[in-house]
């Protein structure tokens, strides 16, 4: 599965995870709790058609996973 890179800022309230994931909708994806200090994000790249005259690429196309644990305790109902 692909890893996307990813940023974690904290701004002492808050940790922010910023991930780019071309090809897919931050609706497409999916946050879960693994743990109490362990947020997983997971979602799919689905192939695009492209179009007569055109053979070969370079993206990835599947599932995508993504873990970060967190020094502090993750409060399930502020993950947004």
Known sequence: SMMPA???HETGEKYIIETEVP???KEDLKFDLADDHTIVITGEVKRRSMGKGRSGGERFYGKLERLFTL?????A????
């Open 6 to 8: 990813a940023d974690i």
């Open 23 to 25: 090809g897919v909708k």
């Open 77 to 80: 109902d502020k993950v947004d």
């Open 71 to 75: 020094p502090t305790r993750i409060e």
